[in-house]
């Protein structure tokens, strides 16, 4: 019974980062970048604020055109920088 539970806490806990952001540039090759926005409330002073971060993200068949807002998900480390892929094109 230790078994199955293990196994289950495992699985469960190895959830998999998902974002959705806007493709700001495609100058590089079998690469995007990706502006992902949050809105969260400012530590202090708890008015909410929108705070974003450029992802590189990796494009095999270089599909994703700049303006395009696309889901990208977390996966092994391809270089410095790119440590997320192309999951889906949401809308061109």
Same mark, same amino acid.
């Given at each position: 019974?230790? *078994?199955? =539970?293990? =196994?289950?806490?495992?699985?469960?806990?190895?959830?998999?980062?998902?974002?959705? $952001?806007?493709?700001?540039?495609?100058?590089?090759?079998?690469?995007?970048?990706?502006?992902?926005?949050?809105?969260? !409330?400012? !530590?202090?002073?708890?008015?909410?604020?929108?705070?974003?971060?450029?992802?590189?993200?990796?494009? *095999?068949? $270089? %599909?994703? %055109?700049? $303006?395009? =807002?696309?889901?990208?998900?977390?996966?092994?480390?391809?270089?410095?920088?790119?440590?997320?892929?192309?999951? *889906?094109?949401?809308?061109?």
């Amino acid at each position: 019974m230790s *078994e199955t =539970t293990a =196994t289950e806490n495992a699985t469960t806990s190895a959830s998999i980062k998902e974002r959705v $952001g806007i493709v700001v540039s495609t100058k590089m090759d079998k690469s995007i970048a990706v502006k992902v926005t949050r809105r969260v !409330p400012h !530590p202090l002073y708890k008015k909410i604020i929108k705070i974003s971060k450029r992802l590189i993200a990796h494009d *095999e068949e $270089g %599909q994703a %055109q700049e $303006g395009d =807002t696309v889901r990208v998900e977390e996966c092994r480390p391809m270089s410095k920088r790119k440590r997320w892929v192309l999951k *889906e094109i949401v809308k061109h």
